[in-house]
């Protein structure tokens, strides 16, 4: 509980000397105006039902690459989450995510909380920053209510892994060309913390495939049975993506192209800049760096091209003779195709994703190497009812999986039936 | 001789001048891949110095661009410079109108239900709307000289009554592919033409519309 509210002042602290700023120019003395008590409020409600022909996932603490799997049929309400927009004045807002999932950690908690700064500009060039706690821009797939895709439930293994751990809190800002046909060139570069654990999922567990985002007070239980704390005994069984451990701050900056209704490219380059041998509280401080490559076309007919690749290192622990304890280098690629016939959409996705090793830690295996489709057909009626029907094969072979007793090379299935509503 | 010579042309150049501009219809069908396409702007510019060809009918009349449903309504319209375009807003909700495009460059911060004054566009060219918190409205004013101007309906098609006589004309639309290459040619007018033109649009889906579902509405550009 402690730690709890140590978060909530933490948030306070860092937004208070913008509050006071803003307050004391001139320029923004209408920031409280009475007109402005306009807010926005949206939101999701996602009722499942799903059978899994799985390993155990995470949930169960196993090595499926399933959030929650076994050989299972379950009905479940999956997210509920709300969505509250308030514009402080024309060129302040915030944006306030509160979510229930299930197997959520805190059972209500915040997703994402942030001022936008966003003034209009009247010249080719336009400025804009956020500050507080956000997503990093790389998925191209979630651009939804809360953060869902409007192609599948189930979100790519590169997108998943952004979900859960890096999520950052700091400020982002970018500089915006934009030519008088509507194109767009867009500069951004973020500086950060509280990502200093980002990569021990993808080191320990892996890549996995589903919809979950962490959230302020999360944690995830780390698979048992594999020796992380033989090796590591100050590692505790859990790992809290969102929290500081070495008082480094990191950084990301990208670039995007952009043709409204026509293309889209990003590219991102981001470094948390962790000390590899820091540790507090059970928490190691991962050093992870990643190129992360975003590209959506628009086709005729309705299709949409989307394809996100992701290339990098993650490292923790001492470095011996050259080798540090853990370094796993990932990648992962995806393609999906989508079409919209009205209300209707229909998309597939294929993708592949593999983590490779190179420390002295050879009990400690962490290489692994899969692909994963994923067929999603929805029905959207008036504008907010939406069906989906979703389908996910996942075939991956993971060295540790010895270590459960499993055979390394492990083909899951999931069904899903889900009713989302948006409002 | 000479006299009566003069005297013979002075006579000649006054029936002419004298003689009536009788109107021409001009129309035509505009597709992109097959389809019919709408909201395509056709000018004709007279090419003669007749001033009665380039005379304004009439001084400019003002005009209305509406903020409905989250978006600007006429997508796209067309004025002679000095029109007054007031910006109403029809939404319960906050625009915030901008435009950086060198013909005007102006922001106007509506409230919702609340008249703004009128902005006054007194420049020939195009000026590309935007509002600064619905990412996706985009809306265009194309300030012309000449008075000849119509948009092709739902159907493609576009109809203009003209005197008859030389002009040069030109298509526009906001999403084609390649704003240089779009139709623009010379055109001796003096019988009833039909004219058929085809542009590649840069986009498949009509820019300046809200996202069809909640869901993408939902989202705010978040960068
Ligand atoms: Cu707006």
Redesign the interface.
Known sequence: MNSLISKYVGVLRFFCPWVIGLVSSDSHADLFDA?FS?F?L???LDLRYQYSDSQPGEIENGLGKFRDGGNNSRFLANEAAL?L?T?LD?DWSS?LTLKYADHQHTPVDLSEAFL?Y???????WQF?T?LGM??P?VSMEN????W?S?YSLTSSAINTWVGEELKVFGA?A?IRF?T???DRL?W?AAGYANNDTAGVLLAWRGWSLHDYEATLNDQFVLPESLGIQTHLPLQASVTKPFVEVDGRPGYYSGVSID????YNFRVLYYDNLGNPTALENGQYSWRTQFWSLGLQV?????WIFISQGMSGQTRMGERIQGLFAVDNGFWSASFLISKKMG?QRFSIRHEYFATDENDFLPLDQNEERGHALTINYNL?LA??H?INFEFTHIDSDRQSRVNLDQQTRQEENLWQIAY?L?? | MANCLSAVFLILSGLIMARPLYAVTLSGQVHSDGKPLPDVVVTLKPLSHDPRLSATAGKPVSWRLDQKGKEFIPHILVIPPGTAVYFPNSDDIQHHVYSFSKAKRFEIKLYKGTPAEPIVFDQPGLVALGCNIHDWMLGYILITETPYFTQTNAEGHWSIDVPAGDYQVSLWHPDALAPDTLPNEIKQIQTAQTLRHSIDLKAWRASGKPPDTLQMQGYIERF
């Open positions: 007109d306009a926005n949206n939101g999701l969505v927009q514009r024309w944006t936008v966003r003034p209009v500009s009247t010249s080719a804009g956020r956000f997503i821009p651009i939804g209510t809360a869902t409007p982002e970018h934009q008088e046909g509507g867009k951004f043709r409204p209704e026509a628009h086709l005729p007919w309705e209300n959207t504008q907010r939406q989302r948006f409002f």
